[in-house]
């Protein structure tokens, strides 16, 4: 019997570091191992930065490296604009080279392939999130009538797209709103296997005892630290829960470069260091240890639509979810399978302390979590719904 993908060949351009443990590159790892199990043959278009990867099916073309170039921010930034030009002109090289069923351009990588669709080029935009709305609540565009220029472009570039794909409702919604007739397909993104695995009871123990966290109750956050995390609101939350939980914990993983240097001197200077322990990245594969360490996990999420990748993480973690009551949460959360809040220090401490207090309610929600995402939202359904969409567009 043939595979499902029987060979045809897919241009897939990441405007990432590629391999990194981030939201939108792990997505993008996922879609290959998906595509390339499946028969197809995948060319990733990509910056020359990230760890390498080696998968039967995949190859990976880097645009040129700018002289000093080592790293690029989250969200928008000069060096991002300077790699996306270089970056064009590997996506150029490669269309000349070979012929693709199709190029499926994630973010703002689809105007780079849009003047490519006038010769026939069939492309897929995959909306991790709407550019435009990136602008607006990063600050890094305030001008009412440029950002909805930006809108304007979004909506071309959809009506010259065979397909769109989006990561959740809210982003659905909003292409379907800049293009009533555009074909949308539904996927959202899903943890990597290796992030689901039981976790090693014994590590569990380690670090614990590594941190000091022995009789004590660890409230975990993961993710980086962009300001859109709502990390301001979780520290301001953070003294309000230890007045009421005294052995309450809070342990911040993730973060690396200037911004974790700037929270550990801001922790410091606060007096806060000894109540928070901000541990920095840790690979994906540790995540079922860390997860595993909480007694509540948290989301204080403050901008943005689309639910971050690490909500299906927390949710097949089997531990109570509290997390802000923010459309981002709100799409795939409720009062039934985690704890939700206002924006607020005071709402969010109250929400902690609601799952802190009251295990055998933190206990239903978090089951109610694990089920909704065994079924929605795992690497199986992501699989079915990914290869799904790829059957109907290219057929």
């Known amino acids: 019997m043939s595979s499902p993908g029987g060979g045809a060949r897919i241009l897939l351009v990441a405007p990432q570091p590629f391999y990194q443990p981030r939201g939108t590159p792990m997505n993008v790892l996922q879609m290959c191992r998906v595509l390339t199990a499946a028969g197809y043959r995948v060319d990733m278009a990509t910056y020359p930065l990230g760890e390498k990867v080696e998968m039967e099916g995949l190859e990976i073309h880097r645009c040129l490296r700018p002289p000093g170039v080592r790293s690029v921010p989250i969200g928008f930034s000069k060096r991002k604009f300077l790699l996306d030009l270089l970056l064009f002109w590997t996506v150029l090289r490669l269309l000349l080279r070979r012929r693709y069923a199709a190029?499926?351009?994630?973010?703002?990588?689809?105007?780079?392939?849009?003047?490519?669709?006038?010769?026939?080029?069939?492309?897929?935009?995959?909306?991790?999130?709407?550019?435009?709305?990136?602008?607006?609540?990063?600050?890094?565009?305030?001008?009412?009538?440029?950002?909805?220029?930006?809108?304007?472009?979004?909506?071309?570039?959809?009506?010259?797209?065979?397909?769109?794909?989006?990561?959740?409702?809210?982003?659905?919604?909003?292409?379907?709103?800049?293009?009533?007739?555009?074909?949308?397909?539904?996927i959202e993104d899903a943890p990597l296997e290796e992030s689901l695995r039981d976790p090693d009871v014994s590590r569990v123990e380690s670090l614990r005892r590594e941190l000091g966290l022995d009789g004590l109750r660890p409230i975990v956050y993961t993710g980086n630290l962009e300001p859109y995390q709502g990390i301001d609101?979780?520290?301001?939350?953070?003294?309000?829960?230890?007045?009421?939980?005294?052995?309450?914990?809070?342990?911040?993983?993730?973060?690396?470069?200037?911004?974790?240097?700037?929270?550990?001197?801001?922790?410091?200077?606060?007096?806060?260091?000894?109540?928070?322990?901000?541990?920095?990245?840790?690979?994906?594969?540790?995540?079922?240890?860390?997860?595993?360490?909480?007694?509540?996990?948290?989301?204080?999420?403050s901008e943005g639509e689309n639910t971050p990748l690490k909500i299906y993480t927390y949710m097949g973690a089997r531990r109570p979810i509290v997390a802000t009551d923010r459309i981002t949460h709100t799409q795939v959360l409720d009062s039934s399978n985690a704890f939700l809040s206002e924006c607020t220090p005071e709402a969010f401490a109250d929400a902690i302390c609601a799952a802190l207090d009251d295990p055998e309610e933190a206990r239903r929600r978090a089951d109610a979590a694990h089920d909704l995402a065994a079924s929605e939202f795992s690497p199986a359904a992501f699989e079915r719904k990914l290869l799904g969409a790829y059957r109907e567009i290219l057929s």
């Open 233 to 301: 609101l979780l520290l301001a939350a953070a003294p309000l829960v230890r007045r009421r939980v005294p052995d309450a914990r809070l342990v911040l993983v993730g973060g690396s470069g200037e911004r974790l240097t700037a929270l550990r001197g801001s922790l410091e200077r606060e007096g806060l260091g000894a109540n928070v322990l901000a541990v920095g990245q840790r690979p994906p594969d540790e995540m079922p240890e860390w997860m595993s360490l909480a007694e509540v996990l948290v989301s204080p999420r």
């Open 103 to 186: 190029v499926h351009a994630v973010e703002e990588s689809v105007f780079l392939a849009l003047p490519f669709t006038l010769v026939g080029v069939r492309l897929i935009y995959d909306l991790d999130s709407l550019i435009s709305d990136q602008l607006d609540y990063a600050g890094v565009v305030t001008s009412r009538p440029l950002l909805a220029l930006v809108r304007r472009l979004e909506r071309f570039a959809l009506r010259r797209s065979v397909a769109a794909v989006t990561v959740c409702r809210s982003l659905t919604e909003a292409a379907a709103e800049l293009d009533p007739d555009a074909r949308i397909y539904q």
